[in-house]
């Protein structure tokens, strides 16, 4: 199943992003997780794709089995990090052979401590080349990519961005996911640029429910996201209390999907960081409010 076809506003879906494990324990824990969330009827689960060595073998193989598994819609990442042609038009072949229909094209972070990103030789320096090479290629994946509300981090201007965006989805994508928020006013507000500047694919707002203090602060610096001030002295009250900072993840995250539906999203992606019970609890409310 294409993922366009399950994007609509008039009936929106969930859906849920892994990472691939390190270790085949890893792996074996992560499908039973997958497991889990299948009885919340995803639209789709998608697996990031790492910044080089083995979990990348892993990516492919974990799409591949949970489409043949679970049943589920899967769609694999790809990032342009450390590849030439061939090798992505190798990658590319292999996933089209699984029978995988949807993937998600990135161009993916510079090294840890590097200085900008630098194209691998024979391969793409932006996003939007990797997309022009696939529907060049004439694969017939859906395409989707991402997307920054508040601004990609290289960015000199959320306009600059957003042309950049634009060039992007013309290069052939059938929609886009952002990266995560936790201020609704964001996603509205970039809806309405893209929407201004010609960009009409859906944008599926990205969600990731607070479950830890130390690693928001770590995606935060890495990604941007703006905390608003009310949540972050909530957060900071509760740092050391594992159950009662879930609470508040769950709650706000809830809080941010019921205004997102009500105001007509065509489907919701969770950041699961491979963990189902805080996904479980907001998708579980949510349906019942439905
Ligand atoms: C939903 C989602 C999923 C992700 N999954 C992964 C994953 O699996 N693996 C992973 O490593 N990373 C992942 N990322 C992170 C992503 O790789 C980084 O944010 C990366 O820095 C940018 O990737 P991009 O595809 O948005 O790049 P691009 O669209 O290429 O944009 C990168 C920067 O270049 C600028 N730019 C674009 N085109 C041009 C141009 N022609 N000229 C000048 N500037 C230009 C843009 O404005 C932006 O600042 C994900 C991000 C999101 C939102």
Same mark, same amino acid.
């Given at each position: 199943?294409?993922?366009?076809?399950?994007?609509?506003?008039?009936?929106?879906? %969930?859906?849920?992003?892994?990472y691939?494990?390190?270790?085949?324990?890893?792996?074996? *824990?992560?499908?039973?997780t997958?497991?889990? #969330?299948?009885?919340?009827?995803?639209?789709?689960?998608?697996?990031?794709?790492?910044?080089? $060595?083995?979990?990348?073998?892993?990516?492919?193989?974990?799409?591949?089995?949970?489409?043949?598994?679970?049943?589920?819609?899967?769609?694999?990442?790809?990032?342009?990090?450390?590849?030439?042609?061939?090798?992505?038009?190798?990658?590319?072949?292999? #996933? *089209?052979?699984?029978?995988?229909?949807?993937? #998600?094209?990135?161009? &993916?972070?510079?090294?840890?401590?590097?200085?900008? %990103?630098?194209?691998?030789?024979? /391969?793409?320096?932006?996003?939007?080349?990797?997309?022009?090479?696939?529907?060049?290629?004439? %694969?017939?994946?859906?395409?989707? /990519?991402?997307?920054?509300?508040? &601004?990609?981090?290289?960015?000199?201007?959320?306009?600059?961005?957003?042309?950049?965006?634009?060039?992007?989805?013309?290069? $052939?994508?059938? !929609?886009?996911?952002? @990266?995560l !928020?936790f201020?609704?006013? %964001?996603?509205?507000? !970039?809806?309405?640029?893209?929407?201004? *500047?010609?960009?009409?694919?859906?944008?599926?707002?990205?969600i990731m429910p607070i479950t830890n203090y130390e690693q928001l602060q770590r995606f935060t610096r890495m990604c941007?996201a703006?905390v608003?001030?009310?949540l972050a002295?909530q957060l900071e009250r509760v740092r050391d209390q594992p159950e009662a900072l879930m609470q508040l993840g769950v709650a706000h995250a809830?809080? @941010?999907?019921?205004?997102?539906? *009500?105001?007509?999203?065509?489907?919701?992606?969770f950041y699961t960081l491979n963990k189902s019970p805080a996904t479980?609890m907001i998708?579980?409310?949510?349906?019942?409010?439905?």
């Amino acid at each position: 199943m294409k993922i366009r076809y399950r994007l609509n506003p008039s009936n929106p879906c %969930f859906s849920f992003e892994f990472y691939p494990p390190k270790t085949d324990e890893g792996t074996e *824990a992560l499908l039973k997780t997958v497991e889990e #969330l299948a009885p919340l009827a995803p639209g789709f689960v998608s697996v990031t794709y790492g910044a080089g $060595g083995s979990t990348r073998e892993r990516t492919l193989d974990l799409v591949t089995r949970i489409k043949r598994d679970t049943g589920i819609t899967a769609m694999a990442h790809l990032t342009c990090v450390g590849h030439d042609r061939d090798e992505l038009r190798a990658l590319l072949r292999r #996933l *089209a052979e699984a029978g995988v229909e949807n993937v #998600l094209v990135l161009r &993916g972070d510079p090294p840890t401590g590097g200085s900008g %990103f630098v194209a691998h030789e024979g /391969g793409f320096a932006y996003a939007s080349e990797l997309v022009q090479f696939i529907r060049d290629e004439d %694969f017939g994946f859906c395409l989707g /990519g991402a997307c920054y509300p508040e &601004g990609h981090v290289e960015t000199v201007s959320r306009e600059t961005d957003l042309t950049n965006l634009k060039r992007k989805v013309d290069a $052939g994508l059938d !929609f886009v996911i952002t @990266q995560l !928020f936790f201020d609704n006013a %964001f996603y509205f507000d !970039f809806v309405e640029r893209a929407h201004r *500047a010609g960009i009409n694919v859906p944008i599926v707002p990205g969600i990731m429910p607070i479950t830890n203090y130390e690693q928001l602060q770590r995606f935060t610096r890495m990604c941007g996201a703006t905390v608003p001030m009310r949540l972050a002295l909530q957060l900071e009250r509760v740092r050391d209390q594992p159950e009662a900072l879930m609470q508040l993840g769950v709650a706000h995250a809830t809080v @941010q999907c019921m205004e997102l539906l *009500a105001r007509g999203v065509p489907g919701i992606h969770f950041y699961t960081l491979n963990k189902s019970p805080a996904t479980r609890m907001i998708v579980g409310a949510l349906r019942a409010r439905s």
